[in-house]
């Protein structure tokens, strides 16, 4: 089961605001999420002083998740579901397909495909001794550090959610 704070559950959250239309930039898409603390975006911190419990909203998780939507062009820069895959990209039962075919357009401009991922899993992780574990990190490396990492790590993950590309609990990815 797919967490509610998960990356990919933070994307719906943030397309079914989008959805709205009610913004007229990025910054403000970023404001309507941050008023409304869907529970996708809060989480607590314990005040020592107090020895209580303050929930808080994170404004660095909604831009990042902005940000990948726009990558993965769902919403464009006016903080709205672009026409194109954004409006579709809300029906449940299309999200995995769009996801991960925008996924798989982002990886194709620098060059990888699924097939290449799963042979430098097969050919690089598991056949070296010791045998590396295939984490989104040794993925990266023994692709060469196609870009940022966190991003590539984002877009592994992502992938595994909507079943392009299968992985456990751990992170672990498998060919």
Known sequence: MIGERSI????QAALDIAKEGRSKSIRELEENIY??????????RIDKEKSKRIP??????????????ED???INEKGKLTESVGF????????DKIL???ILKILKQENISLEKISSAIKNNLLQANPVILPTSDAIWNALGQPFQYEHFSSLLTLLGHSRA??????KIFLP
């Open 88 to 95: 579709d990209a809300l029906d449940e039962s299309k999200f």
């Open 165 to 170: 590309l299968a992985f456990s609990q751990r």
């Open 100 to 102: 991960s075919k925008q």
């Open 35 to 44: 008023s409304l603390s869907p529970i996708n975006f809060c989480y607590t």
């Open 8 to 11: 990919y559950r933070k994307i």
């Open 72 to 74: 993965l062009n769902l």
């Open 56 to 69: 808080y909203c994170s404004k660095d998780s909604i831009r990042r998740i902005i940000k990948i939507c």
